[in-house]
């Protein structure tokens, strides 16, 4: 048995020692925990909210600019989903949308075992719309927004599968900066915040 595991020991030291891609594509599969920083109109207290894991998947390309620094381009389908509960009662919020991120990557560990990326994403919501309580329509039925752009940082482990095939474990944390409500005054302000919890396989081209 030790010999087993010195020889995969030895495999993977020498798959990391290979030289990194100057361009590489991906795809990811995981959970869009969806939340939100809420500021309640003036004189109410702020709802209390809870989030379950939602489905979100997509793609990557990556692009080696030089030893250090890799740039990053993504498309994320990514479903949301919110149970806020006030004095009117609990009600359940869904939507879907596409992201689109931009990251800049750097791994400061030899074998790229561990990388962090920091970077920007535009969001669109999905022709769906939004469903409150089981009841589906569109984004101007619920009184928000479509769209948002905001911020994204991210700590992504790989691991070495075969020459120029890895997996990957990639925790995110997405900051929006647009506002969300439309009408903030009567409805109280909110911004996204969101956690995405991936797995996933990369290529080397």
């Known amino acids: 048995m030790s010999n087993r ?3 995969f020991l030895l495999v993977l030291g020498t798959l990391s020692a290979l030289p990194a891609q100057a361009l590489e594509v991906g795809a990811l599969g995981g959970l869009n925990f969806w939340g939100y920083g809420f500021a309640p109109p003036s004189g109410t207290t702020a709802p209390t909210t809870k989030t379950t ?3 979100a998947f997509g793609g990557f390309v990556r692009v080696g600019m030089n030893p250090l620094l890799d740039l990053e381009l993504d498309l994320i389908y990514a479903k949301k989903k919110n149970a806020y509960t006030s004095g009117a009662g609990t009600n359940v919020f869904e939507t879907s949308s596409y992201m689109v991120p931009v990251l800049v990557r750097s791994s400061f560990i030899p074998g790229n075992f561990i990388n962090v990326g920091a970077g920007a994403y535009y969001e669109i919501g999905t022709s769906n719309g939004v469903t409150v309580n089981g009841v589906n329509g569109a984004y101007s039925d619920a009184g928000v927004k479509s769209h948002d752009i905001g911020l994204i940082g991210s700590v992504q482990m790989s691991l070495p599968v075969m020459p120029l095939v890895r997996f990957l474990i990639d925790g995110r944390y997405l900051h929006g900066l647009s506002e969300q ?3 903030t005054a009567t409805n ?4 996204n915040r969101s956690i995405q919890a991936f797995a996933g396989i990369s290529v080397g081209i």
């Open 5 to 7: 595991i010195l020889g």
């Open 181 to 183: 409500q439309n009408d």
């Open 188 to 191: 109280g302000s909110y911004k």
């Open 53 to 55: 894991g939602s489905l």
